[in-house]
């Protein structure tokens, strides 16, 4: 069994920072990609940033340049720096990651449950 458990969500000021972690832990072989997405409320799930196992990296339009993705693959954590925050970044952000469980062959997708980042104005 595949968990990822994110933290570092909160509440903060605008021009303020936060820092999310997500560890995946269980039954893996290999992780391919591991991502962050934002749901605001009533809207729809969409991306915020992406990292590859060799460190390339993806933005949404939105958070470049304030955002910064990375990833320590020996521990299978992924973490998104969150500078310049914005009221209108507030959502819940949510941790993704294509996995490899071990003694399956296909990759599959897995999410965490959550965390909630408030930017008060």
């Known amino acids: 069994q595949v968990q990822l458990v994110e933290s570092g969500g909160g509440l903060v000021q605008a021009g303020g920072s936060l820092r999310l972690s997500c560890a995946a832990s269980?039954?893996?072989?290999?992780?391919?990609?591991m991502g962050w997405y934002l749901q605001a409320p009533g809207k729809q799930r969409e991306l915020v940033a992406t990292?590859?196992?060799?460190?390339?990296?993806t933005y949404a339009d939105p958070v470049k340049g304030r955002f910064t993705i990375s990833r320590d693959n020996a521990k299978n954590m992924v973490y998104l720096q969150m500078n310049s925050l914005k009221p209108e970044d507030t959502a819940v952000y949510y941790c993704?990651?294509?996995?490899?469980?071990?003694?399956?062959?296909?990759?599959?997708?897995?999410w965490g449950q959550g965390t909630q980042v408030t930017v008060s104005s």
């Open positions: 993704y990651a294509v996995i490899r469980p071990r003694m399956v062959s296909q990759l599959r997708p897995y």
């Open positions: 269980g039954s893996i072989f290999s992780i391919n990609l």
């Open positions: 990292i590859t196992s060799g460190g390339t990296t």
